[in-house]
Structures are given as C-alpha cells and as structure tokens.
C-alpha cells in the first residue's frame, strides 16, 4: 500500500483518499472539490495561523448569533454573492421569462389572502404606490388562478417582523390570487432602501471590508401556478442610490420596474410590472 502521510504538497489527495468506498457518487463528487478549493485557498494565500483562529471565531459568532429569527450563515452567504450564484446556477431561464432573485429572510408563511386591489399597508405610513399588471405563460397567455405573495418593508426600512408590536401583524403582505385575465393589482407604499441586518459578524465584516449594509429599495414576490416554476423574485425602485452596490448582488437590471409619479390618481405612485413564468419541463 502507498504511504500516504501527510505533507503540504499532498494535503488535497491524501485527505480526499480517506474517503470510503459506499461514500455516494454526489457527495464524493462535491467534497472532492470542497477540499481541493479549500486547501488551494490557504496555500495561495499563505494562511498565518493567527488568519485561521481568526475564521473559525468569525465562523462561531456566526453560529451564537442565529437562532430561528436571525440566520447568519444565509446572511453571509448573500453577502459574498453566493446564494445569487446558487440561485442563478439552478434557475436559467428562456429569454423573456422573468428572473429569480435571492430570497431574503423575510418571508412570512400565511399571509393573509386579499381581494384583487386591496392595499397591504397597515401602518399608514409612506407613499402609496398601486402595483398592477399581469402574470402570464412565455408566450403572453394570462395564467388564471396564479399565486402572488408579497412583502416589503414599511416607510421607515423595517419589516413587520422586525417590529413585533411596533407595526401591525402582516404589514406590507398579503397574498393575491389572478383570474381569468391573468392581473393582479395592490395598493402598497414606494419601497424604501435599508440596511440588512448589521448588528453582528456579518455587519461587522462589511465594515473591515468597506462596504455598506443597503439594500436598494424593492417590493419581494413569489409568485407560483400549477405546471410552473416557482419564481422568487423582487421589482427595483430605478433611481435607488443603491441600485448599482446592493449588499447581496440581487439587483438585475430585468428587474428594475417603472415607478410612475401620479397627480390625481388614488394613490401617489403606480409602478406596471408584468410577470413571465417559466414551465416546469423547461
Ligand atoms: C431582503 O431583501 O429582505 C434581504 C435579502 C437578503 C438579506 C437580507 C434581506
Ligand atoms: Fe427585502
């Protein structure tokens, strides 16, 4: 049998040699490159010993800080542009469907289902902003009985869930279910930019790092209809300070929508968007 001690020159064969022969085709396959990433990593970077414990209190932090309201590690991964490069690697779409964006930490399960107009804000704060258009097939088809859940922030940059108490129980959220004509329609307020949550590690190492903690502001999606893929997504505010340099990279310019000043409508902005679901087998 071949030595196989352990040296610097080694180190990424010989640790993945350890693994046992019943170890599945897929994992094999993705720790395989996990420890070849990992250890070209320390070796190009020369990593001090001091740089290592270092990582591994940031990691723990990391761990002590989230519970079931506050998950860090999805924080970080939206920091470091991973869960849009996951998001993008597992959603390539056909030309004109509308793109996925990342998720957030902010969705609510169990939003209250609304009429067709109805308005989500609770609070009475901001600007109003009528949301309309319609949800449609690749090929401009309304698709009746699609399901759009929806939630934003409130005029002063905090989610319901970050305020219990402080705003109303499902503030800016509700649920909307299309017709015959594919359209849905909802009175909300004109999002405002905030910063994510920056409090702990994360915060902390966007600080060392020089970057900002804003999002640009945005109104979230999930829209889902029988026979297509569910599509997480947001719709942008254009002339957002923060449109170019969002803390988790989820801006796509596809996704930045038209908000439309109005003088005598019913509400003090209408911001048109229409989504494009793609089907399941494409
Ligand atoms: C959000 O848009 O709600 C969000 C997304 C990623 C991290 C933090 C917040
Ligand atoms: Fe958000």
């Not at 997504?233 to 310019?253: C, E, M």
């Amino acid at each position: 049998m071949t030595e196989h001690y352990f040296t610097e020159e080694n180190s990424i064969e010989t640790v993945n040699a350890r693994m046992g022969p019943n170890t599945s085709p897929r994992l094999r396959e993705v720790m395989t490159a996990l420890v070849k990433h990992l250890h070209a990593f320390a070796k190009e970077v020369h990593l001090t010993q001091e740089e290592w414990w270092y990582g591994i209190d940031f990691l723990t932090r990391t761990g002590q800080i989230t519970s079931g309201e506050r998950q860090e590690f999805i924080l970080l991964s939206d920091v470091l542009g991973f869960s849009m490069l996951v998001d993008a690697i597992n959603n390539r779409r056909p030309i004109g469907a509308t793109e996925n964006t990342v998720f957030g930490p902010f969705h609510v399960e169990g939003a209250p289902v609304r009429q067709m107009g109805d308005t989500i804000c609770l609070d009475g704060k901001g600007e109003t902003c009528l949301f309309e258009g319609k949800v449609l097939d690749l090929d401009g088809n309304p698709i009746k009985g699609a399901r759009i859940d929806v939630w934003s922030d409130n005029a002063d940059g905090y989610y319901d869930v970050q305020q219990p108490g402080l705003q109303p129980k499902w503030n800016n959220r509700g649920i909307f279910i299309t017709g015959e004509d594919g359209r849905y329609a909802f009175v909300g307020i004109k999002p405002v930019s905030y910063p994510i949550p920056d409090d702990g590690p994360v915060g902390q190492m966007l600080g060392h790092l020089g970057r900002h903690p804003y999002r640009p502001a945005h109104m979230h999606y999930l829209v889902t209809a029988d026979g297509y893929q569910r599509l997480v997504t947001h719709t942008f505010v254009g002339n957002d300070k923060y449109l170019a340099s969002d803390s988790v990279f989820g801006v796509k310019k596809s996704l930045v929508a038209p908000f439309e000043h109005l003088k005598d409508g019913a509400t003090q902005w209408r911001s048109p968007f229409d989504f494009v679901l793609t089907p399941l087998d494409r």
